[in-house]
């Protein structure tokens, strides 16, 4: 069987368990009054909701730092420039989402922002404008984080089905 290049097991844990918080991140509001009624309330909800973005934070700026240090791999080949600018700022915008959006939650609320009931990280005392700014940030930044995640998936999958080349194998196991 053909070799092809692959992540490393550390970027590949990290970016299966931002994937898994994002979508949880993400359910936990979408289903804000079944999670309600199955957490015990609203600000169970919100709570895990915020905190989760806090870890969906702090694993992205660590998965920066391992890319920093590690690299990528060339999953697509070099005489592919459109494909590899297209694949590089998407997830490049995907990266800079996940800073913005968990930022901006965090700036909106204008309060302290407790952790899992163990941390508390003081609110930043600032004009309900910019609370404002904050919000839209975050509305905004989370439904486009919400589109290109998808079309980062639909890629993936269209790698795996339809063009048969080993995309989306880097990123899934170290087999051949």
């Known amino acids: 069987m053909q070799s092809y290049p692959q992540y490393s097991s550390k970027q590949k844990w990290i970016h299966w368990s931002s994937a898994l918080l994002i979508v949880i991140t993400i359910l936990l509001l979408l289903a804000k009054v079944t999670m309600s009624n199955i957490l015990g309330?609203?600000?169970?909800?919100?709570?895990?909701?915020?905190?989760?973005?806090v870890v969906v934070l702090l694993?992205?700026?660590?998965?920066?730092i391992v890319i920093r240090s590690q690299g990528v791999p060339?999953?697509?080949p070099k005489e592919q420039k459109l494909k590899r600018i297209l694949s590089k700022s998407t997830q490049g915008i995907i990266y800079l989402l996940l800073i913005i959006v968990p930022l901006s939650g965090y700036l909106m609320?204008?309060?302290?922002?407790?952790v899992f009931g163990f941390i508390s990280i003081p609110a930043i005392d600032m004009p309900n404008n910019l609370h404002q700014l904050f919000h839209t940030m975050h509305l905004i930044g989370?439904?486009?984080?919400?589109?290109?995640?998808?079309?980062?998936?639909l890629v993936a999958l269209y790698h795996y089905f339809w063009i048969k080349d080993n995309v989306l194998q880097s990123m899934l196991n170290n087999r051949d």
């Open 109 to 114: 609320s204008g309060r302290d922002l407790n």
């Open 74 to 76: 060339d999953v697509l």
């Open 59 to 64: 694993l992205t700026v660590w998965r920066i």
């Open 41 to 53: 309330g609203m600000p169970i909800v919100y709570l895990l909701h915020k905190s989760l973005g």
């Open 142 to 153: 989370s439904e486009l984080l919400v589109i290109l995640v998808l079309f980062h998936i």
